[in-house]
């Protein structure tokens, strides 16, 4: 009896590693030494699809340059807020001490400068928000890039895999050409998603760099009415 079931699972595990090389012997890519068998007029398709691949590096690369400038960007409108704080910090103590002398003339142009200093922290604040919003909308137009350059690659990957099995070449048996086209699939959601996510995000950022405009329109009014030397 023990023999029996020694012999049976034997048999299990020698099938399990007759399956395991089979799935290990079909690959989702072809070797540079195979596809150089493959005659150069059927690799018109393999040509087109590494041309496609290099286009979306080179976007890849320019939506990585617009991300390091949108993060500078909101770095520096972070730098605004916290300057114009510490002006409206220094001028209501100005203010305070103008009150407590019973000082009007300073009182009043302190009064004056802190209107127009906290219209400008409005202006840097709604910057901020602006260049945050910018900044998530590059991040995303990035990770899009990206979601398309792996596609390119799936699919020069394919074009290979369908060039080596056109050209009868054995090795095309060994490739499994309907793995790469449920990747391509895959990689078409991936860039679906992520072209959602980046129309999301430019509404966002529409709204808040129109807000900025808005409070920078009241702040130049009233530095206009206010006649202050705040810069």
Request: proline share 2%; glycine share 4%; with cysteine.
């Amino acid at each position: 009896m023990l023999r029996r079931g020694v012999i049976f699972w034997g048999v299990i595990v020698m099938w399990c590693l007759v399956v395991a090389a089979c799935s290990h012997n079909r690959s989702d890519s072809v070797s540079p030494q195979d596809l150089a068998r493959v005659p150069p007029d059927q690799m018109a398709p393999v040509h087109q699809a590494r041309s496609e691949v290099a286009k979306a590096q080179d976007e890849v690369s320019r939506r990585d340059l617009a991300l390091k400038s949108a993060e500078q960007e909101a770095e520096v409108a972070k730098h605004e807020a916290n300057v114009a704080k510490t002006q409206i910090d220094q001028t209501q103590a100005i203010l305070n001490k103008a009150t407590f002398d019973r000082n009007s003339q300073v009182g009043q142009q302190a009064q004056r400068d802190l209107a127009t200093y906290k219209a400008q922290l409005d202006v840097a604040q709604a910057h901020q928000k602006a260049a945050q919003a910018a900044a998530d909308l590059a991040l995303a137009q990035k990770k899009q890039a990206d979601a398309e350059r792996e596609l390119a690659e799936t699919k020069l990957h394919l074009a290979e895999a369908l060039a080596l099995k056109s050209s009868g070449d054995p090795a095309g048996k060994n490739v499994n050409a309907d793995s790469l086209r449920a990747q391509v699939d895959d990689r078409l959601k991936d860039v679906e998603k992520a072209k959602s996510d980046v129309t999301k995000l430019q509404t966002q950022a529409e709204r808040e760099r129109l807000a900025w405009q808005a409070a920078t329109q009241r702040y130049n009014e009233v530095r206009g009415v206010g006649g202050s030397s705040a810069r």
